[in-house]
């Protein structure tokens, strides 16, 4: 079946550079998806690239799309203490019969330090 | 401003006594979606709803019903038969389920006491 890792932790230096990772195993995926999720606070949708892409810039964010490897990963630039959250990667794949599934990973921890 | 509304925020429930989380939108999506949280866990599908009268099992239906009854309205009821109903429940919507974005309410915490 889909299945959608993640790491579960990952703590960098404010003002350095943050890469989360993301694998998934289902070919026929069409958008990659980031969440942030703040404490106790719902999911924010961050960015998506479209399958056919393989990179996608926003401000301080990139997303890389390695399709061959089903490796997706989330730079964040310049990381501040504000973007201490838990990422989600998610995926949404065609399951046929007109019907699409969208799984999620477990969520990466990111914490920032002053 | 266009979103998704869930009500209340906080819940504590005895235990042996139904709840219904309350979710609006007011996006005109046609999809709508509940998820559990756990502490440290993932997102796992509750139930999900592709269109108003109609809505299908999700990975841990057991112990929950729902019902969408308008477009705009997707409330969730966590029953007595929920073994472990404590858990952050999200709600979520997306324009059709035919591979759109999905956006997500605040949450709303269930502390069964």
């Known amino acids: 079946g889909e299945d959608v890792e993640q790491s579960l932790f990952l703590s960098v230096r404010e003002g350095d550079s943050s890469v989360i990772n993301c694998t998934y195993t289902?070919?026929?995926?069409?958008?990659l998806y980031w969440y942030k999720q703040e404490p106790g606070a719902g999911l924010q949708l961050l960015t998506y690239i479209f399958s056919n892409m393989d990179m996608k810039q926003d401000q301080r964010l990139t997303v890389l799309l390695n399709k061959k490897d089903k490796h997706l990963s989330l730079r964040i630039a310049d990381t501040q203490t504000g973007d201490s959250a838990i990422y989600f990667c998610a995926e949404i794949a065609y399951s046929g019969a007109g019907s699409y599934q969208l799984t999620f990973g477990k969520g990466t921890k990111l914490s920032v330090i002053p | 401003d266009g979103g998704i509304t869930q009500s209340p925020k906080y819940l504590f429930r005895k235990e042996g006594q139904n709840v219904t989380l309350s979710c609006e939108q007011n996006?005109?999506?046609?999809?709508m979606y509940w998820y559990r949280q756990d502490p440290g866990q993932g997102l796992r599908l509750i139930y999900y709803?592709?269109?108003?009268?109609?809505?299908q099992k999700g990975d841990i239906a057991e112990g929950y019903s729902v019902s969408r009854e308008k477009k705009e309205s997707f409330p969730l009821t966590v029953t007595s038969a929920q073994k472990n109903p404590t858990a952050f429940y999200l709600c979520a919507s997306s324009r059709t389920s035919s591979g759109n974005t999905i956006y997500f309410g605040e949450g709303s915490w269930l502390t069964v006491v």
């Open positions: 709803s592709q269109i108003v009268n109609d809505f």
């Open positions: 996006l005109n999506h046609d999809a």
């Open positions: 289902d070919s026929s995926s069409t958008y």
